[in-house]
């Protein structure tokens, strides 16, 4: 088994400032100092709250997906229900079940951690964790903000491997666990 060990080396951080703080945009700007001793007098971060998104799968092996337009890419695309850890939630699992009730109206099921990762960490100071949801069904009306505008689809087996192969969930962190999903369950 491939074993890798890495002492931790972090950064020092000289100096610190905020150059935008808006609840979708806080951007910090560190002069920082390598372990090599190399200073950095511009690293620009990306400062969100941590994200949770959900795989998941009806009682009859449909997968629940949405759909919505994203301005970044300027697509509209297939994505897993999610968004972000609120204060209010409990943890990132009722983060997660709470982002699939109101973005769909499903819910229940039997619930599994799956991965955590990082969109970019070069950047962004977040974690994304995602969850499997196996057996959900429909148990209330979706429940949306204002700035949302979303659609849910049940998806094959089939459909959701032909969306990958086409590069057509390009949310990577959707696609990874995904891809980790059919991998770990021989399904690829």
Request: glycine letters at 6%; proline letters at 3%.
């Amino acid at each position: 088994m491939f074993e890798m060990k890495q002492e931790d080396r972090k950064a020092k951080v000289l100096s610190s400032r905020y150059l935008s703080h808006k609840p979708w945009l806080t951007i910090r700007e560190d002069k920082i100092q390598l372990p090599n001793g190399a200073t950095i007098p511009e690293y620009f971060v990306l400062e969100y709250p941590d994200w949770v998104n959900v795989l998941a799968i009806t009682k009859d092996k449909k997968f629940l997906m949405i759909r919505q337009y994203r301005h970044g890419t300027e697509t509209t695309n297939y994505e897993f229900c999610g968004g972000c850890v609120d204060k209010e939630d409990a943890s990132p699992l009722a983060a997660a079940q709470r982002e699939l009730l109101e973005e769909t109206g499903y819910g229940n099921g039997k619930w599994r951690f799956n991965l955590k990762m990082s969109a970019n960490p070069s950047t962004t100071n977040n974690w994304t964790y995602n969850f499997i949801a196996e057996d959900v069904e429909k148990i209330g009306e979706q429940h949306l903000d204002g700035g949302e505008d979303i659609s849910y689809h049940l998806l094959s087996l089939d459909e959701i491997k032909e969306l990958l192969n086409n590069n057509e969930i390009i949310q990577s962190v959707h696609a990874c666990a995904l891809w980790k999903y059919l991998a770990e369950n021989k399904l690829l």
